[in-house]
Each structure stands twice: as C-alpha cells, then as structure tokens.
C-alpha cells in the first residue's frame, strides 16, 4: 500500500496580532493623570502633524473644561498622546467626560 496523509493531523500555527492601543480615557481617577490618543490620517496613511503643539481640552457634560494639555507626544507616524491630570474639583458631582 501506498503512503496515507489525514488532512485533518497536519500542524497549524495560528498567528494573531493586535495592534490597538488603548488609552485611559475610560479610567482616570481624581488626581491622577492619563493619556489620551488619537490618529492623524490623511487618505488612509498616518500622516504626521507637523506642529509641535495642539491644544486637548477635556470637558464635563456641561461643557465646562476641566482639563487642558498642549503637549503631545508621539509613539509612532500618526499616532499621537496627550497627558491629562483630572483635578479633584472635577468630581464634585458625577460627570460623563468627552474630549474635544
């Protein structure tokens, strides 16, 4: 008889990669800082900034800014971070935060 190969034995790698970077908009706590990321893409291509500051402003539901950074940092060709420190004060009452 002739050489048999069950298709169903042949070894398999399955590979994943995960590229996501989370930031800690969802966990900062009073007195604490965190980073906020966001993309810049042009036509689908992360694209650099070209400006060495931009203004992040973090503002409470009723719009009353909480938080500024102008600083940005940057991990990679249009991926950029800022750092915010959310003051005690802000936490007087229960707030919904939403970056502008």
């Known amino acids: 008889m002739g ?9 398999r ?7 996501y970077t989370a930031d800690d908009r969802d966990s900062m706590v009073a007195g604490s ?5 966001f993309n810049n893409y042009i036509n689908g291509v992360p694209t650099a ?7 992040v402003d ?8 909480v938080a500024s950074a102008s600083t940005i940092s ?7 971070y800022v750092n915010l420190t ?9 707030h919904d935060y939403r970056d502008r």
């Open 3 to 11: 050489d048999f190969t069950v298709p169903y034995n042949v070894p």
């Open 13 to 19: 790698l399955d590979v994943t990669y995960d590229d």
């Open 33 to 37: 800082s965190g980073n906020l990321y």
């Open 49 to 55: 900034i070209g400006y060495s500051s931009v203004q």
């Open 58 to 65: 973090l503002l409470d539901e009723n719009g009353t800014n």
């Open 74 to 80: 940057t991990d990679s060709t249009g991926l950029y």
């Open 86 to 94: 959310v003051p005690v004060s802000a936490y007087k009452v229960h």
